[in-house]
């Protein structure tokens, strides 16, 4: 199945699956720190906080390379 293949979706370049590759591997890493933080009693309120900012940050990242449909 490809992108195109899903509504709203274009078909990925090779040089946009690195992108989006790249920037979960960043967002894996970030996450992995928040986790040794929280490990060494940080706040896990804001930890958590954190985690889902990264989350956000990330999709944001991918929709901005991926470039869906509007309405998706």
């Known amino acids: ?3 195109a293949d899903i509504k ?3 078909t990925l370049s090779e040089g946009d699956k690195q992108q989006m ?3 979960k591997d960043v967002s894996r890493h970030f996450i992995n720190l928040l986790e040794t933080a929280k490990e060494s009693g ?5 930890i958590a ?7 956000d940050a990330c999709m ?5 390379v991926a470039k869906p449909d509007d309405d998706c």
Do not use: I, K, V
């Not at 906080?49 to 989350?55: H, K, N, Y």
């Open 21 to 23: 590759n790249h920037l």
């Open 60 to 64: 944001f990242g991918c929709r901005a």
């Open 1 to 3: 199945m490809t992108g």
């Open 42 to 46: 940080a706040d896990p309120r804001w």
């Open 49 to 55: 906080r954190a985690r889902t900012a990264m989350q």
């Open 8 to 10: 709203g979706y274009r």
